[in-house]
């Protein structure tokens, strides 16, 4: 090993030599990758691919001990650092530039226990590695919609997906964490032991610690449930979304349907002269025995004149992975994201005006069915104060090329302007793409943000956990 220059947590530079960094390395059971290492590009990619940073160095752990060597090591030689899970944060908070990042993407272990009801999961898991340890039990952590997103950036956002209707956030089944604190600690966090970091960790993002393993309640779910798609034409759009508002409206708990506009992608069950065109895609979970989910769509399904469906009772680990093709790793992507309490006519109008013009054919505008169970969990009960949030939107603008960055970019801020009006004020804090929404956050979290300001004071008081969307102590 050579000796490097690495930045500082304080701002400049720190210079390691040669035995201190041989010293560090010996020590994981992991590896330390550097710059110069063939495994490095590979190790610093990332999901969003409009995100470019260059670690210095990339501690790979193996474990909770290499978490607290690392994160040793990064105090003692006051270097920045970050902590990475799967590497999708759309605002790439995984990695740091020319400090260390502490990258937790191979302990991806899930332990189920089925006695207890319960799951143990390392915090480099996919929702992919987690449903398919408990989904084939018919068991299920609620979590997001795309498989190979991480389970640990999710949970300490809050976590929602098809599930939360009935069971809640992903946070609502979170029994306990252990935790790596900034003095190096090793904590485990739960509803009776150190309460305090057991709230801050259910919302409050990368603050306060190093989550090593979480422990997780299992929910009854499937492995087959009803769930499919509806696809519509966009030139019926404002009848399809008014049934659809009405139908959510009214909706059960165990059904959840989600909404995206977007250029129809070649599924095959649609004609191929739909392909391309603009279309109104419902798609949905009934969590329930799937013959009271059929007769509770019934009226959804015969609704319109759709292009085609694509709806039967299917293994759930396989509608979980539906909308992984369109959400592959490597392009380069930008968000902007709204909550709403309802769905008013003006919005309508103006998704629909917007769809018709996405800057590109992969881009689409997402509106997510919460509401239900999540809804009912009070907004103090953890740091996730978004329970009024029946709605979430995301922009998911999607390109290939950097010469439409300026273009893309323009086109998702404008929408989101023009939507403003409609919505919460409020924004889930997963879906922040830039430093320029770290305010709507700080405003959104009301009084949870001054509960979250003391947590992080009594266990970061220094801030060293701040390659995040940072809560200042
Ligand atoms: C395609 C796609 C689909 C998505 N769908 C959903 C969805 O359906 N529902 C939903 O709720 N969200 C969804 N998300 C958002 C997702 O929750 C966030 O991107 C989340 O940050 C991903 O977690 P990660 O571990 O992969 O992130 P990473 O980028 O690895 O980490 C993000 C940040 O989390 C913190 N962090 C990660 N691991 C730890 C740890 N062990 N201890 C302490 N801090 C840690 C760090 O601050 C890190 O910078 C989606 C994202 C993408 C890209």
Redesign the pocket.
Known sequence: MVALSVAAMAGGQVELDAPTLESFAAGLEGSLITQDDPGYEEARA???AMVVKRPALIARCAGAADVKSSLDFARRNGLLF?????????AG??LCEGGLTID?SQMRTVDVDMDAGTARVQ?GATLGDVDAATLPLGKAIPV???S???????T??????WLSRKYGL?IDSLLSADVVTADGRQLTASETENADLFWGLKGG??NF????SFEFQLRDAGPDLLCGLIVHPASDGRNVLTAWRKFVAEASDDMTVWTVLRDAPPLPFLPEEVHGTQVIVLAFVYAGDPADGERELESLRAYGNPHGNHIGVMPFAEFQQAFDPL?TPGSRNYWKSHNFAGIDDGLIDLLLESAGNLPSAQSEIFVAQVGGEAARISADSAAYPHRDAAFVMNVHTRWEDAGDDERCVAWAREFFDATAGYATGGV?V??VSEAEDAARVTAANGANYEKLQQVKAKYDPGNVFR??LNVRP
């Not at 970050?82 to 759309?90: E, P």
């Not at 190979?148 to 999710?154: D, E, K, Q, S, V």
């Open positions: 990332l999901w969003n970050s902590v990475r899970g799967a590497g999708h944060n759309i908070s995984a937790l915090p997001g919609i795309n190979t997103t991480g389970i640990a950036g999710l300490l956002g809050g976590g929602f997906g992903t993002g990368g610690g190093i989550v090593t959400l889930y997963n879906f390659t995040n």
